[in-house]
């Protein structure tokens, strides 16, 4: 069985003890947190297809930590003028388990 969910405004297909990378969430480390923007299901063959989100589906995480992720170099350069800008970013994330996918 899975899912495609949306969590913090992307989108994941997700499966029973799968761990996923998301943008950080306002959970403590350990904490349970239930998404219910279920967008479709599958169980068996069976797909279950929401318009946009199927009505009483969740799914069930748990918050294992808070992380940081690797750099990304932004480099900016415009030829023949003499500009270049080098800029670094590491992306906030919230790494989780699903445990649980109603619907």
Wanted: proline letters at 1%; aromatic letters at 6%; glycine letters at 10%.
């Amino acid at each position: 069985m899975y899912a495609i969910v949306e969590i913090a405004g992307q989108q994941f297909k997700v499966q029973k003890d799968q761990k996923v990378f998301v943008h950080r969430l306002d959970a403590e480390e350990g904490a349970k947190v239930d998404f219910d923007k279920v967008l479709l299901t599958e169980d068996k063959g069976k797909v279950n297809v929401g318009a946009p989100a199927i009505e009483g589906a969740k799914v069930s995480a748990k918050v294992e930590r808070h992380l940081r992720g690797n750099t990304v170099i932004v480099f900016k350069k415009k030829r023949r003028k003499g500009y270049q800008k080098k800029n670094g970013h590491r992306q906030y994330l919230t790494e989780i388990t699903i445990t649980g996918i109603k619907g």
